[in-house]
């Protein structure tokens, strides 16, 4: 399409993941992906539809029920400032209930973050306890991934994800490869036959024998006076190791022996 912006981008990957609603209000900052979701025509032309809300609190309340209710990514958006300072209670309530929302809070203008500008917040350091996956956009090339990041950690979570874009940067020309749906993606474990796995089970059990055969043989050329064990557990040794061993050194705490003593 002939002057496709970032926003447009963002909301073509967002109707190829099934998104079919926003829940949100226009304003400010958001203009511009307010803009691209009623160039699509709205739900009965396979686009989406803008879900007006009075308040963005209840716009994330209701993307959560809608998550919920459908088993499905639901989205919300806030404008910057405290348009999406707004949604953080009902994205806690989502995060808590593990419904897949994506939260689509716009920003000041990228060049003006950090002067302290008009309704300025942090919103990349205030969504992070109220979700999987918190990221700020900060160039036109970096979108298509970050959103289809942020899809792919709501889903799998399922939980709240943010995807933090700034005005100016949503009115850029796209740029960049728009990654595969996360609705494709399936992931499965992988089939295991037992009698494939018996042979190498085998040998890391002579394997480990072994070992306990060298240490018994080294702990005790090493052993000289009262109480010293010279074999000391690390976490990562631990299976590998007899517990009950008198010749062991066992971790507890900082770095100390079976009876707390430092070591």
């Not at 032309?45 to 009075?54: E, P």
């Not at 205030?126 to 942020?150: K, M, N």
């Not at 474990?189 to 890391?204: L, R």
Request: aromatic share 4%; proline share 6%; charged share 20%.
């Amino acid at each position: 399409m002939a002057g496709r912006t970032v926003a447009d981008q963002l909301v073509a990957q967002l109707v190829d993941a099934g998104v079919r609603r926003i829940y949100g209000i226009v304003g400010d900052s958001l203009n511009p992906v307010v803009d691209a979701v009623r160039r699509t025509g709205g739900a009965a032309r396979r686009g989406i539809d803008w879900m007006h809300v009075r308040h963005e609190e209840a716009a994330a309340f209701a993307a959560a029920a809608d998550a919920q209710i459908t088993g499905e990514l639901a989205v919300c958006a806030g404008s910057c400032g405290p348009g999406n300072l707004h949604l953080i209670n009902g994205l806690y309530d989502a995060h808590r209930s593990g419904a897949p929302v994506l939260a689509i809070a716009s920003h000041i203008p990228s060049t003006q973050i950090g002067t302290g500008y008009f309704q300025e917040t942090h919103p990349d350091r205030l969504f992070v306890e109220c979700s999987t996956y918190t990221e700020l956009i900060g160039a036109a090339a970096q979108a298509p991934r970050v959103v289809h990041s942020a899809m792919s950690h709501a889903l799998a979570g399922p939980g709240v994800a943010v995807a933090i874009l700034p005005g100016d940067i949503a009115a850029l020309p796209a740029a960049g490869v728009t990654p595969r749906d996360p609705a494709d993606i399936v992931v499965e474990p992988t089939e295991i036959v037992p009698d494939a796995v018996v042979e190498p089970t085998e040998a890391v059990e002579s394997t480990v024998e072994g070992t306990f055969e060298l240490d018994d043989t080294l702990a005790q050329g090493l052993r000289a006076t009262d109480n010293v064990r010279p074999l000391h557990e690390r976490a990562t040794r631990k299976e590998t190791q007899h517990h009950t061993d008198p010749m062991q050194q066992h971790e507890t705490g900082y770095e100390g022996g079976y009876d707390g003593r430092a070591v």
